[in-house]
């Protein structure tokens, strides 16, 4: 009995130290490894969604591989609506090896700013991200780690501003009308597009002018769009409808009394 | 009068020799201790009180195998090696609450899932628990055998 007690008790103590030299060692290799997520960057697809793609460096100095990192994000506004959600999986990072992603979320501006209100069209604000990140050190020590954050919206068109019509005779029978037409872009992107405008009054169309507009980001666009009206069918009062196109979104009409 | 006062000083002997012992497997476990700590030290500014509940299980786990080694070769031996395996299991589980940690660190809420760790820690203590156990059994069996003479 003495001898099989003295192999339980070698045989617990070597179980032992591999089990605390293995943690501990899973431990330590943490310290090696770094997760670097860099500054996103902003693209355009051709079927006009928006790309948000956010470079993520994992380099794994440690003495074991990782395996399933996944990145996962959601953005959603101030409601809590989803607008969008974006998950990165990657299956092993060996030890010593250095990875660069990308992890993209994708959406439709458009879309979204039609469907979830025209307020972030012409209004700043904050969206929420939601960022879960997951893995297993050593392949079998899950770890996770949670945030949330917010992140500033600009508006592309904040503090859209239409003045008061400007008349001047064109000829005997048409007048030159100019309509300023002001906004300051707080977007992350340029704004470029056009403007089309149509003036109403006595319930009728009267006039049509558009002009183009570049707006580079955090850039005040002031313009003056010109349309020409017959003079006789050109009251004090009316409205005016603006309908806007650009590479991101098109909006329309808004509807801005003038008189 | 003589014989008794031997006996005594080889008492004495035999404890003092003990308690060296004892005193120089704790101080070289708790050395080892101090050296496998040395590399977590930086971990202790992310996970706020590691250190003082790891220098806890040290202490106690210290403790309970010095005053085992200076009860050696009697039956208390056996219940102070059954109290340290006990020690370990409930410590583990309670400090690393059920295997899955959660930790706050500025605005990010970390979770670690240590479960595998702690199954294995608890069934290395039951396997130490056991060995405990048949060391007590056949050390009481040993003391009720009568001597065999020829």
């Known amino acids: 009995m003495d001898a099989s007690i003295r192999v339980i008790g070698v045989a617990s103590t070597f179980l032992w130290i591999l089990l605390v030299a293995f943690f501990a060692s899973a431990a330590y290799s943490v310290k090696d490894l770094h997760l670097d997520i860099k500054k996103p960057q902003l693209s355009l697809t051709q079927e006009g969604f928006v790309v948000i793609s956010i470079p993520v460096k994992i380099e794994n100095g440690g003495f074991y591989n990782l395996c399933d990192f996944n990145l996962t994000t959601m953005v959603a506004d101030l409601n809590g609506s989803k607008i969008t959600e974006g998950s990165t999986l990657i299956p092993v990072v060996r030890r010593g090896d250095k990875i660069d ?4 979320l994708t959406f439709s501006l458009s879309s979204f700013l039609l469907d979830k209100g025209v307020y972030y069209l012409f209004n700043d604000s904050h969206f929420n991200v939601t960022a879960l990140i997951s893995m297993k050190l050593a392949e079998v020590i899950p770890v996770q780690a949670l945030s ?5 919206w600009g508006a592309p068109l904040y503090n859209f501003h239409v003045g008061q019509p400007n008349l001047e005779p064109h000829n005997i029978t048409h007048l030159k009308v100019y309509v300023p037409l002001s906004f300051e872009n707080h977007s992350p992107v340029e704004v470029n597009g056009e403007i089309r405008l149509y003036m109403h009054s006595d319930g009728e169309t009267v006039g049509y002018g558009e002009t183009t507009v570049a707006a580079p980001q955090g850039a005040l666009c002031t313009c003056l769009v010109l349309l020409y009206v017959e003079a006789s069918r050109i009251c004090e009062e009316g409205f005016l409808e603006v309908y806007l196109s650009t590479q991101l979104f098109s ?3 808004l509807v801005i009394p003038y008189g | 009068m003589a014989e008794n006062g031997k006996s005594l000083r080889d008492l004495a002997k035999k404890l003092i020799l003990r308690t060296l012992k004892a005193f120089l497997k704790s101080l070289v ?5 101090l050296f496998v700590w040395s ?11 590691l250190g003082r509940t790891v220098e806890n299980f040290v202490t106690v786990y210290v403790l309970l195998g010095f005053f085992g080694d200076l009860v050696a070769e009697t039956v208390f031996q056996h219940f102070f090696s059954v109290a340290k395996a006990l020690f370990v299991v409930g410590y583990l589980t309670l400090t690393l609450n059920g295997g899955i940690l959660n930790l706050n660190y500025m605005s990010v809420s970390l979770t670690v899932d240590l479960r595998l760790f702690l199954a294995a820690a608890v069934l290395l203590s039951l396997l130490g628990l056991a060995r405990s156990m048949l060391q007590a059994i056949n050390y009481a069996n040993k003391r009720s055998e009568p001597p065999f003479h020829l």
């Open chain 1, 251 to 253: 909006y329309g009409p």
């Open chain 1, 101 to 104: 992603a990308f992890h993209n």
């Open chain 2, 39 to 49: 590399f977590f030290a930086h971990f202790e500014s992310y996970v706020p009180g």
């Open chain 2, 29 to 33: 476990f708790y050395m080892a201790y």
């Open chain 1, 148 to 152: 949330n954050f917010s992140v500033p």
